[in-house]
């Protein structure tokens, strides 16, 4: 069974330009979650996705980050305009069903100079 | 809102010491669930405790839920260098809409010297 995939592995980008990070989450996994882990932090979640409802959007910094989960499959989690304070490894995890144990995908990690 | 601690932030042992990390939360969790993330690596999935005391164990791996479900525990027995990693725990808001949601503590940082 293939793991959750996510891509880039790795992006730098210049303050105030847009970044797209994708995921495509274990097949037949109904939640999608969104998480930004800080270094020396535990992750700490963004977005979580049932199908394709989004839930639980309550830390996402809805002026400039923005998530799609198109056909209740893959999903989109986009920045416009990056922040200096957004360098973070962006992580996608997704579970069988909330509340299941979730598994995690290798992580974006972003730098914004 | 929900918050989950760990103690210690860090350990540091000599191979072949045991080593234990504890979880608290400040609400009363319907389970827990342990995650190691290995340095470079991402969390992955150990164990989730679902019963008040209950008690599971892999290898030489013990977890532990407290009695009033707002506390857990790992303990390692015996470390070995391919310990080394940040265990989180993370417990779930339950209810609502937010059921489902983890919230993660801090992670205990294990460092094992061979």
């Known amino acids: 069974e293939a793991g959750v995939v996510q891509s880039p592995r790795y992006k730098i980008i210049e303050k105030k330009q847009p970044v797209a990070f994708w995921c495509n989450p274990i097949?037949?996994?109904?939640?999608l979650y969104w998480y930004r882990q800080n270094l020396g932090q535990g992750p700490e979640l963004l977005i979580r996705y049932e199908n394709e409802e989004a839930v639980d959007d309550s830390q996402l910094p809805k002026d400039r980050f923005s998530a799609e989960r198109l056909k209740g499959v893959d999903s989109t989690l986009k920045i416009q305009p990056a922040e200096l304070g957004d360098s973070a490894v962006y992580l996608c995890?997704?579970?069988?069903?909330?509340?299941?144990?979730?598994?995690f995908g290798p992580g974006t990690r972003l730098t914004v100079t | 809102g929900q918050q989950v601690m760990q103690i210690p932030q860090y350990q540091h042992v000599q191979e072949g010491e045991d080593f234990t990390t504890y979880c608290n939360s400040s609400?009363?969790?319907?389970?827990i669930q342990w995650y190691k993330q290995r340095p470079g690596g991402h969390p992955v999935f150990l164990i989730q405790l679902v019963k008040s005391g209950e008690v599971k164990k892999q290898k030489r791996l013990t977890f532990q839920f407290g009695e009033a479900k707002k506390n857990s525990s790992l303990h390692i027995t015996a470390t070995q260098t391919t310990d080394v990693g940040t265990y989180f725990c993370a417990g779930p808001y339950a209810g609502g809409t937010s059921y489902g949601k983890l919230t993660f503590g801090q992670g205990t940082i294990l460092t094992v010297h061979p």
């Open positions: 995890a997704s579970s069988a069903y909330r509340g299941y144990e979730q598994y």
């Open positions: 097949s037949g996994h109904n939640t």
């Open positions: 609400t009363t969790l319907s389970n």
